[in-house]
């Protein structure tokens, strides 16, 4: 029977427990869970929130990375001694490279930064118990690992948020002491905690442990990553426990999460969680966003061929970001660091630097590189920005800023819209095609005008002039007629 990849949407449903402890870490069940989503504000039909710049998102999701650790190679004797009989825990892990060394992290970030890839980057606190980032890394001198941390902070950074995947990926670890728990089991390994409910002051104590060993190697982090099934049946409490940590950490705005990969006809969009205080100074939510491609560059031990094509074969034809591009959906592919050095061949890494370029090639004018957490701006703002009508304007009350915030209204008016903010009215300038939308710009249309601007936090106005009435506009599959302006 196979065993399903690490955050495999398996469709059996169910038990997490016993089925979790039998398939081992690369197992998780169910599909999203239903989290309380909490208020939302109140809208106007026809007005349609696009994607940023009317193009669709695209990021890139690493798993288990770290400053110089192999994580497959330390990981995989850990796992195999909690199933002696998995066949794949007895693959040759002691030749397999122990560093995957800065050398590389350099070559790859800067070939990311100059076709403009951006997405998340995990950096594992303690990885799989070999030493603490922010002490000491025995294999490896102390200058060396500074080394390692600098050259995430001033590479990295810039284009990937920073996530903790918890605090080593593998033993879980006793907070009173900052060892790891001494029983060996399933129920003591990262990958399958909780196994059950948890409240939510176990898990963001737990989260928190690790974001603060982040946070004391100047690492700012906004987000974290579930290793493996971590929260497993414990979803709802996961979602407010990493909103509750990420805030009290580090005062992110917007916390967000990654821990699921929708598969098939199943929606990539973020799902906004837990909105409370909504229409208050001090609103609070959660953003959880999924993957939706991968893993296919080398497997997360490293030693899988690489199959970049079922991303994207070489003309963007055919492959599952084409797919869920040309669906109009956030294109968001995964995969794990030591598939892309595989083992030092770099064939992961190669196959990249195929994908990349053959999506811009075909879908160029069309797509925007995100980080996840600008792509859980985004979303935060487009579900929670309060729309009413004005005589001749629409007015946004947005809890959250957010640049390149783009609308599309039913209008036949020759006169440009303008943006009204603090008082202060900005000219917006005309673009010629869609693909020129950026912010301070509106788009004349058939059906109307696309407007892209920098929402600010608060009251804007946004003044468009004409009539469009009695036009049937359909909205989430309900049709409304209705006098526009």
């Known amino acids: 029977m196979r065993v399903p990849t690490r955050r495999e949407f398996l469709r059996a449903g169910g038990a997490l427990g016993a089925a979790a402890v039998a398939l081992g870490p690369d197992s ?92 998340k980057y995990s950096v594992v606190p303690n990885p799989a118990c070999v030493g603490w980032l922010d002490r000491e890394l025995p294999g490896w001198s102390r200058s060396e690992l500074q080394a390692s941390l600098k050259l995430v902070r001033e590479l990295m950074l810039p284009s990937w948020d920073i996530h903790p995947e918890m605090i080593t990926h593998t033993r879980l670890i006793d907070l009173k002491t900052g060892r790891p728990v001494a029983e060996v089991s399933p129920l003591t390994m990262e990958n399958w905690y909780p196994q059950g409910d948890a409240s939510v002051d176990e898990l963001a104590s737990y989260i928190a442990y690790a974001l603060r060993i982040l946070r004391n190697c100047d690492l700012p982090c906004e987000g974290i990553t579930t290793p493996g099934g971590f929260g497993g049946g414990a979803e709802a409490s996961l979602s407010r426990a990493v909103g509750e940590a990420v805030r009290d950490v580090f005062g992110a705005e917007i916390p967000h999460y990654f821990k699921y990969v929708a598969e098939g006809d199943e929606s990539t969009h973020p799902r906004v969680e837990h909105v409370r205080g909504l229409g208050s100074n001090d609103p609070r939510l959660v953003v959880n966003v999924p993957a939706g491609a991968g893993d296919w ?69 069309q797509t925007i590189w995100m980080k996840l957490s600008e792509i859980a701006r985004y979303q935060a703002a487009k579900e929670l920005t309060a729309v009413t009508r004005e005589e001749g304007a629409v007015a946004l009350e947005a809890p959250f800023a957010c640049p390149d915030f783009t609308v599309r209204l039913p209008t036949r008016s020759p006169a440009p819209p303008s943006i009204r903010h603090d008082g202060h009215t900005v000219p917006l300038k005309e673009a010629r095609a869609r693909r020129d939308l950026s912010s301070g710009t509106w788009l004349r249309e058939s059906e109307g005008a696309t407007v892209c601007f920098d929402l600010r936090k608060g009251r804007t106005v946004l003044t468009v002039r004409g009539v469009w009435s009695s036009r049937a506009i359909t909205s989430s599959r309900k049709a409304y007629r209705h006098s526009w302006l």
Request: charged share 25%; glycine share 12%.
């Open 28 to 119: 998780l069940f169910g599909d999203v869970p239903d989290i309380t989503r909490g208020a939302r504000p109140s809208s106007v039909p026809g007005l349609e929130v696009l994607h940023p710049r009317g193009r669709v998102p695209l990021s890139f999701i690493i798993d288990d990375s770290t400053c110089l650790v192999n994580m497959g190679h330390f990981c995989m004797p850990q796992f195999a001694e909690v199933w002696p009989e998995r066949e794949d825990y007895k693959k040759p892990w002691r030749t397999w490279p122990r560093e995957i060394p800065d050398d590389f992290v350099r070559e790859f970030g800067e070939w990311c930064s100059g076709h403009g890839v951006r997405g």
């Open 297 to 365: 560059f080398g497997g997360w031990e490293g030693d899988e061929p690489s199959r970049g094509h079922l991303y994207a074969d070489a003309e963007a034809k055919s492959g599952r970001m084409v797919e869920l591009i040309e669906r109009g959906a956030p294109a968001i592919m995964y995969c794990h660091w030591p598939g892309l050095y595989t083992h030092g061949t770099k064939d992961g890494f190669r196959d990249l630097q195929k994908v990349v370029p053959a999506l811009a090639g075909r879908f160029g004018d």
